[in-house]
């Protein structure tokens, strides 16, 4: 059957019913209760640092989409603005504040912009280039967002397992609702980027290029970063599902940017950054 086309108005109708329908979690409306904290601590700990850390990254991300996209569309726009950014800054410091609960550091989120971004952003303001970086900028935010809707469902039945159920409900629950929203708006926009023929095949073949060397985990652009993310799929227990959790993630892309390789069920760019963060996790001492 063939996929719906995806207008601007739909995914204007869209964000403005995330908006609406998904304000930020109320601050007020959580309760840190913690049944056993040396026990979560001890499954999750490491979970709920790395989440918290890139939550709170947000407030780079803004500035890299400043810094790639100066001529933002509107829909891009009201979505970073209005819907994505409160809501995963609120995300940030409700985890924080329950890593500090459970004895742990604060988050040190990382918020300096790369060189290699301001080079990309340079290059960017020629219209084609613009094509190309917007069409990137879905594709990751769609893998990332997967990455968070895997993660956070997983981690909520995890929670419930073990009898902490105000930190189930009141934290993990509600903010596991606004992820698939957000998901839905990146798919959407590059949907509509291939649908429209906006991109040239030389665009798109240099974006499966560009999207080949660039890709990494949400969250891990260093080494070091990369061994947290193994350490995270391990916690949630996805660490012998590697194949088919790749293939969840690198999903919108593979239907996008790879459906003239016929059976190609994940691109191999993914499966590999996955594998390697997992090798680096457990060669830690």
């Excluded at 100066?70 to 819907?83: H, I, K, Q, S």
């Excluded at 981690?155 to 159920?165: A, S």
């Amino acid at each position: 059957m063939p996929r719906a086309i995806v207008t601007p108005r739909k995914i204007n109708e869209h964000v403005h019913r995330l908006g609406e329908e998904h304000p930020p979690v109320p601050f007020e409306s959580v309760d840190f209760t913690v049944e056993d904290p040396r026990a979560l601590r001890a499954r999750y700990g490491e979970v709920f640092e790395y989440l918290s850390r890139v939550e709170l990254e947000v407030e780079r991300n803004v500035l890299e989409l400043l810094v790639l996209m100066p001529d933002v569309t509107e829909n891009d726009r009201l979505f970073y603005a209005d819907v994505w950014h409160p809501q995963e800054l609120r995300h940030g410091h409700i985890l924080d504040r329950l890593q500090q609960d459970l004895g742990m550091e604060p988050a040190r989120p990382h918020l300096r912009v790369s060189p290699a971004m301001r080079v990309l952003g340079a290059l960017a303001h020629l219209s084609p280039v613009q094509d190309v970086v917007r069409m990137l900028y879905y594709l990751t935010g769609a893998a990332t967002e997967r990455q968070a809707v895997l993660a956070y469902n997983i981690l909520n039945r995890g929670l419930l397992e073990m009898g902490e159920d105000a930190v189930a409900h009141t934290i993990v629950t509600p903010i596991k609702r606004q992820e698939p929203g957000h998901f839905a708006f990146y798919r959407m926009s590059a949907t509509s980027l291939v649908q429209h023929g906006v991109l040239r095949p030389w665009q798109l073949f240099l974006t499966r290029l560009l999207r080949k060397h660039s890709f990494s985990p949400v969250g891990a652009n260093t080494t070091e970063q990369m061994g947290d993310y193994g350490g995270v799929v391990t916690a949630l227990g996805l660490a012998d599902e590697a194949e088919a959790y790749a293939a969840e993630v690198g999903r919108v892309e593979s239907q996008l940017l790879w459906a003239h390789k016929e059976g190609m069920a994940v691109p191999p760019y993914v499966l590999e950054a996955l594998r390697e963060s997992l090798r680096l996790y457990r060669e830690r001492p």
